[in-house]
């Protein structure tokens, strides 16, 4: 026998090799496609999370919330995010608001919030969110026998600072200046 022929089989003990090839690559791609979709799904979860805590901030600070015996401020967030469609409590949704101060890092300038509920300088809002781990994970729990959570909780903090006014007019004092200049005029 040469020894062309003990290296190549004949056409017919091939025919199974593209099949089993065309299985395997579509399995991959499957996988990939369900791991890019949960991905996918995570980021805009936490994205949308992201946004309501920014916005709640932002609001409770715009608004002059304060921390303490009023708690203005996680009313102020709270309202705030349930008119974005986030409802605090309902769904294993937290909603968690904070007063306190930044601190300026002077090396690069990076701004770390500290907690002072006697402050009003700044507002936190946290917001968390429970959500499903992901579709591989859950195939994934049908073949192994240990127990992973099946859920994964997102968090996003926002933190706003309170503006400080630039100016202030004092309108008695300017309408009593135009009242003087009325009567020494006439």
């Given amino acids: ?14 025919r199974g ?7 395997l690559t579509l399995g991959i791609a499957l996988l990939l496609c369900v ?18 805590a920014d916005i709640a901030a932002l609001e409770a600070a715009s608004r002059q ?15 705030s995010a349930t008119r974005n469609g986030f ?23 990076s701004s770390t919030f500290v907690v002072n509920a006697a402050s009003t300088e700044a507002i936190q809002v946290v917001a968390s969110h429970t959500v499903p781990r ?6 994934a729990s049908l073949f192994d ?19 400080v006014p630039a100016a202030r007019l004092n309108r008695p004092s300017t309408i009593n200046a135009l009242e003087g200049v009325e009567r020494s005029g006439s």
């Fill in 134 to 139: 992901s579709i591989a994970s859950g195939i």
């Fill in 65 to 79: 919330g304060r921390c303490g015996s009023t708690a203005s401020a996680a009313r102020y967030a709270t309202q």
């Fill in 35 to 52: 791991t890019l979709l949960d991905s996918l799904r995570l980021y805009l979860e936490m994205r949308a999370l992201q946004r309501i």
């Fill in 1 to 14: 026998m040469s020894p062309l022929r003990r290296t190549f089989s004949p056409p017919g003990r091939q």
């Fill in 17 to 23: 090799a593209i099949a089993a090839l065309a299985a």
């Fill in 87 to 109: 409802i605090p409590d309902t769904d294993e949704r937290r909603l968690e608001t904070r007063c306190g101060t930044l601190v300026v890092n002077p090396d690069d300038g």
């Fill in 145 to 163: 026998s240990s127990s992973q959570p099946t859920t994964v909780q997102l968090r996003a903090t926002g933190v706003a600072v309170v503006p």
